[in-house]
């Protein structure tokens, strides 16, 4: 591992909670891990708490309260708090701060009026406090108890009495402090996050920001043999766990700050700011506390938290037709998960689909408020892909209705520009349009067209610029731009456009493009440390592996008189399962984020397949998750397929069966991603 360097001015570190851990390690044992480090190793000394960084006092870095915010009767908080990025808010923490330090001054003034004249005052001068000092100022402003050995009044110099040993005099209390038997345990190892933030300025003015992640492991092997441990040179440390990249996710610092998120900083209680109707708030509650960690599973391992902080509650808080559309689909969950029937709960879904559709149609007639209108259609659009049962008959406007009003926003607010023409300098790409991206391009080829923005993707592809799509749903941006040509050449074979002969040839540039996104075979490995750490670059790694298998079985099926019994393709759904098993699987798995890429191998691969036995095997370990949301309309999907191209197998007629023909027979809208 590289040696972090010197702290520079405007940065700041913050200690996220531990990713793993299967007990709760004590704070003195945290506290002593984390100051064994050496000197070189420490990216930002600890500044101290934020609450004496905010009254812009001296700490003491005590843990896990300081002797100041103990004293005053202060939350004491080492890990970075809510109201620390908003001006407002911190002027209210201040405030209370204020109002806290003088009903702690008070009570001790009335609480000294009745001391006895024996006891010492606490000194006057301003050298550091004793901790006599703190004690007696606790004991003033507190009620003593005298059953409680906590209490600062207890006589800890009386010798130690417990109800068991009453009843068994000739049983002593075991001395737990020098016995090496009966030390603590070691803590479970466990991983922390520190983030390390810069920000440039010009005139005093912010021009530019930049923040990134490194992650360090307390893990260490057992020694082999019991020795006396030696610190020369802090040679403590495991060279072979701390400076092997795979053992953990700091070789892959994120940058938190990579979208432009439409909205300002967090609110510190988002719930509570947002306005709903009593009969309305079980829904609310059972959104975020449900069906808000399902909707965007890359971007939280990749961003943590920001899904929540930055996209989805500042939205619901501002945006009156988002929320209407977030209460529907957290019905449409409550239904679908929880077996409810009847009126009420469909009443709820239509109510607020009416009501989401009736703000966005006024909003559109009155040309205003785009990007909320923008926000909210996406919303509609994508949300519904991570919810509801492929039963559901309940009455609702086609996902492509919705993206052709989201299309006409994206270029009313010049999006595809920017991202074209800004290429060298666009740091942060719009989420909405990112958003929008991912729709458009696998969404094409549900409707066997053209992405609406393929000129763009087509540019971004030539300068080799990123529209955000690897962070936000896992597979490299330059994939999905190729996946993206690939739907407009199946767009002019649907449309007849294009002769046997050319249509050959561009099915082989394609081919070859592909083969310039290949990687070696060693670079896919399994994307948890050996610690139990996500490492999210190798995820994004495998992930863009089995979208580019998928692309080329999509691309193969296009060729002329092409069937899945090609050698050619059965060798596709061959690697596909190979790579398939790099991927987690279960609940907290990632299957429902390729969805579209099992929708195209499984439409390909035959009753002898072993593509089919691998969805079973991924379907039995996701549980009844595997019947919700677009995972199980493609289970539902391909069911059907296989049923139709089996039967036309068993007959000799030898066609092939496409799944976009089984859902127009079906009449089904899916947005498969």
């Known amino acids: 591992m590289s040696t972090p360097s010197t702290t520079q001015a405007g940065k700041s570190a913050t200690i996220v909670a531990p990713k793993t851990a299967s007990t709760k390690a004590s704070p003195t044992k945290t506290a002593t891990k984390m100051h064994r480090r050496s000197r070189s190793e420490v990216i930002n ?121 009453d009843y068994h005099p000739h049983i002593a209390s075991p001395p737990y402090d020098t016995n090496a038997h009966y030390q603590p345990f070691p803590s479970t190892p466990y991983e922390v996050d520190i983030k390390t933030e810069r920000q440039m300025f010009v005139n005093d003015i912010p021009t530019r920001r930049d923040s990134s992640i490194s992650t360090f492991s307390t893990y260490q092997p057992p020694s082999s043999q019991p020795t006396l441990p030696s610190f020369p040179e802090d040679d403590w440390i495991n060279e072979s766990i701390y400076n092997t990249g795979d053992m953990f996710s700091g070789e892959e610092g994120l940058d938190l700050d990579f979208f432009d998120f439409s909205h300002g900083n967090p609110q510190a209680s988002q719930q509570a700011l947002i306005q709903v109707d009593d009969c309305d708030r079980p829904l609310l509650d059972h959104f975020i506390d449900n069906v808000l960690r399902l909707i965007f599973p890359i971007l939280e391992v990749n961003q943590h938290g920001s899904a929540r902080s930055e996209v989805i509650l500042p939205a619901l808080e501002s945006n009156r037709c988002y929320l209407h559309c977030c209460l529907s689909v957290s019905a449409i969950h409550l239904k679908s998960t929880r077996g409810l029937q009847g009126e009420q709960i469909d009443n709820d879904i239509l109510r607020h689909r009416c009501a989401t559709i009736t703000e966005l149609c006024g909003a559109l007639n009155n040309d205003s408020n785009h990007l909320q209108i923008l926000e909210a259609t996406l919303g509609m659009i994508f949300f519904q892909c991570s919810v509801g049962r492929p039963s559901d008959a309940l009455p609702d406007v086609p996902w492509h209705a919705h993206f052709e009003a989201a299309t006409s926003l994206v270029r009313k607010l010049e999006l595809p520009h920017a991202m074209i023409h800004d290429n060298s300098a666009q740091l942060h790409p719009p989420f909405n349009m990112t958003l929008a991206s991912w729709i458009d391009i696998l969404g094409a080829t549900m409707l066997g067209r053209s992405p609406q923005f393929a000129d763009t993707y087509r540019e971004k592809n030539q300068s080799g610029s990123t529209s955000g799509l690897c962070e936000l749903m896992g597979c490299e941006d330059s994939m999905m731009y190729l996946i993206s040509e690939i739907a407009c050449l199946d767009a002019l074979k649907v449309a007849n456009g294009i002769n046997d002969m050319q249509l050959c040839q561009l099915i082989g540039s394609l081919g070859k493009s592909l083969d310039t996104t290949e990687v070696p075979p060693e670079s896919l490995t399994w994307p948890y440390s050996s610690t139990g750490a996500i490492r999210p ?124 023909d089984v859902m127009q027979q079906k009449g089904w809208d899916f947005l498969l991603i």
């Open 45 to 165: 000394p600890p500044a101290g708490c934020f609450t004496c960084r905010l009254r812009r006092k001296k700490c003491d870095e005590g843990r896990s309260q300081c002797k100041a915010c103990k004293h005053l009767g202060l939350k004491c908080e080492y890990k970075r708090p809510m109201w620390w990025s908003n001006n407002e808010q911190r002027k209210q923490q201040k405030e209370t701060i204020k109002n806290i330090i003088k009903r702690t001054k008070l009570t001790e003034k009335t609480a000294q009026t009745g001391t006895s004249s024996a006891e010492t005052p606490p000194g006057l001068s301003h050298s550091l406090p004793t901790s006599a000092t703190y004690s007696e100022a606790t004991a003033r402003t507190r009620a003593p108890s005298i059953d409680s050995q906590h209490s600062t009044s207890y006589d800890f110099n009386q010798p130690l009495t417990h109800d068991y040993y």
């Open 537 to 660: 670059k190798q995820l994004s790694r495998n992930m863009t592996a089995v979208f580019r298998v998928a692309a080329r079985i999509y691309l193969c099926s296009l060729v002329p008189h092409a069937t899945k019994e090609d050698p050619t393709m059965q060798n596709l759904i061959e690697r596909f399962v190979a790579i398939l098993l790099l991927i987690p699987h279960g609940p907290d798995g990632f299957d429902r984020s390729i969805v579209w890429p099992l929708l195209i191998a499984g439409s390909q691969s035959t009753s002898r397949s072993i593509f089919r036995q691998a969805l079973a095997e991924r379907m039995a370990s996701l549980g009844e998750h595997a019947e919700f949301g677009s995972f199980g309309r493609m289970v539902r999907l391909l069911q059907e397929v296989w049923c139709q191209s089996d039967e036309a197998d068993r007959a000799g007629s030898g066609q092939n069966v496409h799944w976009r």
